[in-house]
């Protein structure tokens, strides 16, 4: 088993032969449709760790694990756990395709807890670090900038005013047929807001070296090319080494 110093500076050193755009934001801000299609437009590949922890719910509903505290019990559910996020967006967990249990009411309301247990984030930081290991990479999460990749090349933070990331995520619950109001999604959204950001382990912060974007008033398309074009005018799709 090697040291942490060691796998850390080893890591260090294959974040410098990569490229990550790590991009970081609160629910409703945008990141997942903005981060797909930037990777997309990149030929960069799709790291979304949003739905990683959603997996995670996921799987351990399904096993009845609520005693998150429990660290034995949860190492052996951990360890059997296999994730498999294949490129064209799709979830498997242990080889099941989990992808449209993902945004269930079930899952929604667990994952912040599940999300702010240490020994879970360090297994899906390992799993995050391992993935982009292998090439250029959009990541977008919670804890992009500030811990898993915190020498990405390139740091966003997305935001919007509460009111327009409710709007967005129920105009998005409609088209997957879930009934709820924009006042309860508008709550909902209150809630994580406050989990995620106030947790011990890693949470929801604006890195110093994030670029902040508000895409409050601003559709998708004009998000993605206000990134695209900051990537590319930071040799943005071309090789570390080639464009040094
Ligand atoms: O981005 P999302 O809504 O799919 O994220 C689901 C939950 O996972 C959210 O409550 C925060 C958590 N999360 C996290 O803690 N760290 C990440 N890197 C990504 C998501």
């Known amino acids: 088993m090697p040291s942490s110093s060691n796998s850390s500076e080893r890591f260090e050193e294959d974040q410098l032969a990569s490229s990550v755009v790590a991009i970081d934001g609160p629910s409703g801000a945008g990141k997942s449709t903005v981060a797909r299609q930037l990777a997309g437009k990149l030929g960069f590949a799709y790291l979304d760790t949003g739905a ?13 694990f609520t005693e998150l505290d429990d660290h034995v019990a949860l190492e052996g559910l951990l360890a059997e756990l296999k994730l498999d996020l294949r490129p064209e967006g799709r979830v498997y967990v242990n080889g099941q395709d989990v992808t449209n249990h993902l945004r269930s009411r079930e899952v929604e309301s667990r994952v912040s807890a ?3 247990v240490a020994l879970i984030r360090e ?9 982009a290991s292998s090439g250029p990479v959009v990541a977008e999460g919670r804890d992009m900038s500030s811990v898993v990749f915190p020498r990405a090349r390139w740091k966003f933070y997305l935001d919007a005013e509460p009111e327009e990331r409710a709007r967005r995520r129920h105009e998005d619950f409609k088209t997957r047929g879930r009934k709820v ?3 309860e999604v508008l709550s909902e959204i209150a809630v994580r807001d406050r989990l995620d950001s106030t947790r011990q382990d890693a949470p929801l912060s604006r890195a110093h070296s994030a670029q902040y974007i508000d895409t409050t008033g601003l559709d998708i398309a004009a998000v993605v090319d206000l990134l695209w074009q900051r990537v590319i005018a930071d040799g943005g799709g071309t090789s570390p080494e080639l464009s040094t």
């Open 123 to 131: 297994r899906m930081r390992a799993m995050q670090r391992d993935l």
């Open 181 to 183: 109001s924009e006042s």
């Open 52 to 64: 990683m922890y959603r997996a995670v719910t996921w799987h351990l509903l399904e096993n009845q």
């Open 114 to 116: 599940v999300s702010a």
